[in-house]
């Protein structure tokens, strides 16, 4: 079991940048690949962005691209999603989700390739 805590969000003006945290509690957290997703008001959960467990491969939305870095500190059990130049369309709930990584370059973009999920943390970027 791997319980997730998102923390980070908040109210930004477009161009501003947020660091958003997921902080995992249980066993071998440095063997999960991690997620970010994101739901907009009235609109589907999304991808943002992915890490793998070993951290060596990452994958990213089109939209947040050269924007966004996911990266992760298996010593603090925490896995980041550093946003630069933000737009107003960035608004939404980000969760992360956690999968066993079962194999080094594992990120996947899916949502029901993750098997546990945070509960939120809302980023409001005002224009």
């Known amino acids: 079991q791997v319980q997730l805590v998102e923390s980070g969000g908040g109210l930004v003006q477009a161009g501003g940048s947020l660091r958003l945290s997921c902080a995992a509690s249980g066993r071998a957290f440095s063997t999960y690949a991690i997620g970010w997703f994101r739901q907009a008001p009235g609109k589907e959960r999304e991808f943002a962005a992915s890490?793998?467990?070993?951290?060596?491969?990452?994958n990213y939305a089109d939209s947040v691209k050269d924007r966004f870095t996911i990266s992760r500190d298996n010593a603090k059990n925490t896995v980041y999603l550093q946003m630069n130049s933000l737009k107003p369309e960035d608004t939404a709930v980000y969760y992360c989700?956690?999968?066993?990584?079962?194999?080094?370059?594992?990120?996947?973009?899916?949502?029901?390739?993750?098997?546990?999920w945070g509960q939120g943390t809302q980023v409001t970027v005002s224009s």
């Open positions: 890490i793998s467990w070993t951290g060596g491969n990452m």
């Open positions: 989700a956690a999968v066993f990584g079962s194999s080094r370059s594992w990120a996947p973009v899916l949502e029901h390739a993750y098997d546990y």
